[in-house]
């Protein structure tokens, strides 16, 4: 039994399904300029990555929530998240073995030009990531609600 | 200090609907008056021109905060209770009175808002000024707060990512999963 069969959380609707079509692409390229423009304007990665994962969530009150989890791929989320962190982290020690501090970023200067500018935006686009995979995954475990816990055997006791 | 129509109309919103919150008996009705909190709370720190936090709040406090808790809801019985109000125990009062009444003690310690120069050491404090006068050439970037986030404070922002990282894998392991979906 699905989880939207037993809470009935689902109510398929013409309207919601229309206005999230329309609007969804939108909200994901606003979500993306937040993160992108976090330098220049109010912003960044982490509310850039809460916007993006809203765009999850809308798809899932539209056309169901296991419809958006057969759809949204589960290695694409892990991904994300691990992904961010170790951007960021490669980013932060990758000056360390320059020979610099955590996060000198005008060590990369001397591959790029603007390191600067391009490291901070790696940064908020990694951070966007984590903050949007783990708002997606919390979304979903939360909707999967609490029973396959209760409900399985326990192995370990 | 004079408040504009809006400040005040926005202030009384955002007290009502933070009362609202804790005294209404059904947890729904209680849910949309947080959501409400927190979009009138994203809206007065636009006006006190922190756009940054206020971006933050609207999605976090009104959007992700909300959806999440009424998925919880929707998970959890939700008990048909008679009375609109959850009735208050006089302890209750006397405890949450107690702690209004210390934050408001500090409240006059704090600067007047736009105050400038000694006043505000907020914004003449070295370290805002510093900030303020070498974030763009230092790292390239306008916004002084993305500066501060993610190269003066960067070491902090790693921190910030991997505890936001660990809450999600907290949750994975709580709810014994094993992955996000």
Do not use: K
């Not at chain 1, 982490?46 to 899932?60: E, N, T, Y």
């Not at chain 2, 609202?20 to 007065?44: K, N």
């Not at chain 2, 709040?57 to 009375?83: C, H, K, S, W, Y």
């Not at chain 2, 208050?88 to 006059?108: C, E, K, Q």
């Amino acid at each position: 039994m699905s989880s939207d069969e037993r809470t009935g959380l689902y109510v398929e609707s013409t309207i919601i399904m229309t206005t999230v079509r329309v609007v969804a692409p939108f909200v994901l390229t606003f979500a993306l300029f937040v993160m992108f423009h976090g330098a220049d304007s109010p912003g960044g990665g982490f509310q850039g990555g809460v916007i993006a994962g809203s765009v999850v969530m809308m798809l899932a009150f539209a056309y169901g929530i296991d419809a958006a989890r057969e759809w949204l791929d589960v290695r694409v989320v892990a991904s994300l998240a691990s992904g961010g962190v170790l951007t960021f982290a490669a980013i932060g020690l990758g000056t360390i073995l320059l020979g610099g501090n955590f996060l000198e970023y005008h060590l990369y200067e001397q591959f790029i030009s603007h390191a600067i500018a391009y490291g901070i935006e790696l940064v908020e686009l990694g951070i966007g990531g984590i903050v949007a995979s783990v708002a997606i995954g919390l979304f979903f475990l939360l909707a999967a609600g609490f029973g396959h816990a209760v409900d399985a055997p326990e192995d370990e006791s | 200090m004079t408040l504009s129509l809006i400040e005040a109309v926005l202030l009384v919103f955002v007290l009502g609907c933070a009362i609202g919150a804790a005294v209404l008996r059904d947890v729904l009705a209680s849910l949309m008056a947080f959501a409400a909190y927190s979009l009138g709370i994203s809206i007065i720190w636009v006006m006190l021109e922190a756009p940054d936090v206020g971006l933050t709040e609207a999605a976090v406090g009104a959007g992700i905060m909300t959806i999440l808790f009424i998925l919880a809801l929707a998970n959890t019985v939700r008990p048909q209770e008679n009375g609109l109000f959850e009735s208050i125990s006089v302890r209750t009062v006397v405890l949450v009175g107690a702690f209004v009444v210390v934050m408001i003690a500090t409240v006059p310690s704090l600067p007047a808002i736009g105050a400038e120069g000694a006043a505000n050491p907020v914004v003449s404090g070295e370290v805002t000024q510093h900030y303020i006068d070498n974030a763009y050439a230092d790292t390239e970037v306008h916004n002084a707060v993305t500066a501060v986030l993610a190269a003066y404070r960067g070491f902090d922002t790693l921190g910030e990512a991997v505890v936001v990282f660990s809450a999600g894998v907290a949750a994975l392991t709580v709810l014994r999963q094993e992955v996000f979906a």
